[in-house]
């Protein structure tokens, strides 16, 4: 590609880790490396920076190539043109705001009255002008948070990383701060690239999502896709919804328990993976009338308050999660270890095949409830 970020990431920093994967971010938009921790996302910012040095694949930035070790090809840290918002900031507690952005812009070439003239147009921007004197110690975690993005934005980079930008705030600030980030990656005219493990972050702030888990990438697509259609017990979790992996056939799916359950999309056959949103099951006390399709007794393994809903874990011979008001939780007397029936319609189970194997070490979906 000759503009943007083209990127095949194969390194092995220790521990019999291995990331491999591969990100292409047009110009202009914004992606994210949406995982747990521990699944490889630091990794990949610092092979993106040229900290660690690939062992195979290769990055192009804007047309030309950072890291190629099959051509011999690497650009050092300092030669790549980045803009790097850390988790904790990185801003240096002796200069003032003004001079932590112009810090960047003076390593990437202007002169010292150039650097804090833009510094300073910078900080205006950010609603920070009144506060351009003041160090680091002196500011709020949003204030210190907004001084970073200043810093990776002023020096126009080839490429805006962002790695949990904004995990050290507090639940009030970060959603403010979110609104600030979706302003400004908008006008960035290069590619963004987003490091989080929040799916709220990547939902609001991103246009295209990588969901990285062990090293590797097991789904890529617009929240949208990973909302509707997620393809690991993971991204399940993140979509809040319940994931089921069996064999399709005309009008049913049978579980890899044994478990068969009636479905109303018969266009699927084979190998498939089934969806169920938790507040499309209905939860009763007896039998329920009417002979719904699937209908079948179960018990409650836990409760969970979420928001102004519950949250209630079902066991065997399905275990699924449900989401019901708080007034049914205490009309049902819900409680662990109380015994429900469950019910579901055919037309709320949406199917799609099975994309294939799962990563190695990986046993794909199962029957667990979304947490």
């Known amino acids: 590609m000759s503009e943007g970020l083209g990127a095949h990431l194969v390194v092995s920093p220790g521990n ?77 507690p002796h200069l003032s705001a ?69 995990a050290a705030l507090d639940v009030t600030t970060r959603a403010q701060l979110r609104r600030v980030l979706a302003e400004h990656l908008a006008a960035h005219r290069g590619p963004r690239l987003l490091i989080t493990h929040d799916p709220a972050e990547a939902f609001l702030l991103a246009d295209t999502i990588h969901v990285i888990e062990e090293g590797r990438i097991t789904q ?3 929240a949208d896709d990973i909302r509707r259609h997620p393809v690991t017990r993971y991204a399940a979790d993140l979509a809040g919804i319940n994931l089921m992996a069996g064999v399709a056939t005309d009008g049913s799916l049978l579980l890899a328990n044994g478990h068969r359950v009636a479905v109303a999309d018969r266009s699927v056959h084979g190998a498939t993976l089934a969806t169920i949103h938790p507040r499309a099951i209905a939860l009763y006390d007896a039998e329920p009338h009417g002979s719904p399709r699937n209908a079948w007794p179960t018990v409650v393994t836990a409760l969970e308050q979420v928001g ?24 049902l007397g819900l409680a662990p270890s109380v015994r429900v029936w469950i019910a579901i319609k055919a037309s709320e189970i949406d199917l799609q095949p099975n994309p294939g194997t799962a990563p ?9 409830p979304s947490a």
Not at 66 to 83: S, T
Not at 308 to 331: C, F, H, K, S
Request: glycine content about 14%.
């Open 16 to 92: 019999g880790f291995r990331l491999d994967i591969e990100l292409e971010i047009p110009p202009g938009r914004t992606a994210a490396l949406l995982g747990p921790n521990g699944a490889g996302k630091s990794t990949a910012v610092a092979a993106l920076a040229g900290i660690l040095p690939l062992e195979a694949g290769h990055i192009s930035l804007g047309g030309a190539v950072l890291d190629d070790p099959a051509r011999d090809l690497f650009v050092p840290v300092e030669r790549r043109r980045l803009g790097i918002v850390f988790q904790d900031y990185a801003l240096f």
């Open 98 to 166: 003004l001079d932590n952005v112009a810090f960047g812009l003076r390593g990437h070439g202007a002169d010292r009255a150039t650097a804090r003239r833009e510094a300073g147009r910078w900080l205006e921007r950010l609603e920070l002008g009144s506060l351009a004197d003041r160090r680091p110690g002196d500011l709020s975690g949003g204030q210190a948070q907004r001084v970073a993005l200043a810093r990776a934005l002023a020096v126009d980079p080839d490429l805006l990383l962002l790695d949990e930008p904004l």
């Open 220 to 222: 890529a697509g617009t």
């Open 308 to 331: 102004d809903r519950v949250r209630v874990q079902l066991g065997a011979p399905v275990p699924l999660t449900a989401e019901i008001t708080p007034g049914a939780a205490a009309g």
């Open 360 to 368: 190695e070490g990986d046993p794909g979906p199962d029957l667990r």
